[in-house]
């Protein structure tokens, strides 16, 4: 069993940052991979960024070049740092954990919002 906890979105103008984090509970944080999704209002989730267990990224390619995923095994927390924020970024963003063989989970979400 995993517990996910999002914090760390609100609400920022536009070409700001803001830095999400995700605390895992439970056992083998390390061998999740994990992922950052986002909904929009009348929108389908999607990936944002993902990191496997080993480090490797993906990103979206819309954020390209603006967000940066990682993890610190040692604190069970991964984190997406968000850079040159646009409106279009606006969005409840979900935390997700996954690994073979093994049911994913997902957090509650944390809202953030680009607006001036």
């Known amino acids: 069993q995993v517990q996910l906890v999002e914090s760390g979105g609100g609400l920022v103008q536009p070409g700001g940052s803001l830095r999400l984090s995700c605390a895992a509970s439970?056992?083998?944080?390390?061998?999740?991979?994990m992922g950052w999704y986002r909904q929009a209002p009348g929108k389908q989730r999607e990936l944002v960024a993902s990191i496997t267990s080993s480090g490797r990224t993906t990103y979206n390619d819309s954020v390209k070049g603006r967000f940066t995923i990682s993890r610190d095994n040692a604190k069970s927390t991964v984190y997406l740092q968000m850079n040159s924020l646009k409106p279009e970024d606006t969005a409840v963003y979900y935390c997700?954990?996954?690994?073979?063989?093994?049911?994913?989970?997902w957090g509650q979400g944390t809202q953030v919002t680009v607006s001036s």
């Open positions: 439970g056992s083998n944080f390390r061998l999740y991979a």
């Open positions: 997700k954990a996954d690994r073979p063989l093994s049911k994913a989970y």
